[in-house]
Nanobody, 126 residues
């Protein structure tokens, strides 16, 4: 059974940081691209960041790239999202997702992912 478990969410003030973790089990980690998405109240789920299965490519949403960083640790089977200089606009439920390696990979589309975590809440106060 595949499981993705997010952790590290919480409550921070504007300008603070959060580091989210996504620990996986039941899948071969180094054959899966990992992605982070978020969904704010009343808004659609949006792409945040992704990494290819081999760590050869990392993408971060353009408007977040100066503040957010994605990384992965294959030995720990875990993906991370470092978020800095947070603002109340970053308040959302953050989800991690895993996408099996395939010939055509679209790591920025939520529909392309095979597995999802339950989400972790990140709240930024002003």
């Amino acid at each position: 059974q595949v499981r993705l478990v997010e952790s590290g969410g919480g409550l921070v003030q504007t300008g603070g940081s959060l580091r989210l973790s996504c620990t996986t089990s039941g899948l071969t980690f180094n054959t899966h691209a990992m992605g982070w998405f978020r969904q704010a109240p009343g808004k659609d789920r949006e792409f945040v960041a992704s990494s290819y299965w081999d760590g050869g490519r990392f993408d971060v949403a353009y408007r977040l790239k100066d503040r957010f960083t994605i990384s992965r640790d294959d030995l720990q089977r875990t993906a991370y999202l470092q978020m800095n200089s947070l603002t109340p606009e970053d308040t959302a439920v953050y989800y991690c997702a895993a996408q099996m390696r395939r010939d055509y990979v679209d790591t920025q589309s939520s529909a392309s992912y095979d597995y999802w975590g339950q989400g972790t809440q990140g709240t930024v106060t002003s």
